[in-house]
């Protein structure tokens, strides 16, 4: 079992930057797959971004690519979102999750995911 919690979502204006952070408490030593999902409002909840335990695999979906990097520090169960270059369009509810798959490339079905955090808002101004 795992508890994930974000931090750092807020207001920023349009080209600014933001970092938000999700903290796993519980049974943290389980080599599990960190993703970043978002929703806006109207709108599924869609995978922004993901990465396995090792940091070996990464993906990006292609309307955050070259702006977002996901990262992770496994000694202090954190996983990272760095937004750079923010837009209108990211504005949405940001959820951490984590997935126990082991399958070649299950981290990048959304239905792998087992544990969510209860999301940040992350609110974007021109």
């Known amino acids: 079992q795992v508890q994930l919690v974000e931090s750092g979502g807020g207001l920023v204006e349009a080209g600014d930057s933001l970092r938000l952070s999700c903290a796993a408490s519980?049974?943290?030593?389980?080599?599990?797959?960190m993703g970043w999902f978002r929703q806006a409002p109207g709108k599924e909840r869609e995978l922004v971004t993901a990465?396995?335990?090792?940091?070996?695999?990464?993906y990006y979906a292609d309307s955050v690519k070259g702006r977002f990097t996901i990262s992770r520090d496994n000694a202090k169960n954190t996983v990272y979102l760095q937004m750079n270059s923010l837009k209108r369009e990211d504005t949405a509810v940001y959820y951490c999750?984590?997935?126990?798959?082991?399958?070649?490339?299950?981290?990048?079905?959304?239905?792998?995911?087992?544990?969510w955090g209860p999301g940040t808002q992350v609110t974007v101004s021109s």
């Open positions: 990465i396995t335990w090792s940091s070996n695999s990464k």
């Open positions: 999750a984590a997935s126990p798959c082991s399958s070649y490339g299950c981290y990048l079905r959304p239905g792998e995911y087992a544990y």
């Open positions: 519980g049974r943290t030593f389980s080599r599990y797959a």
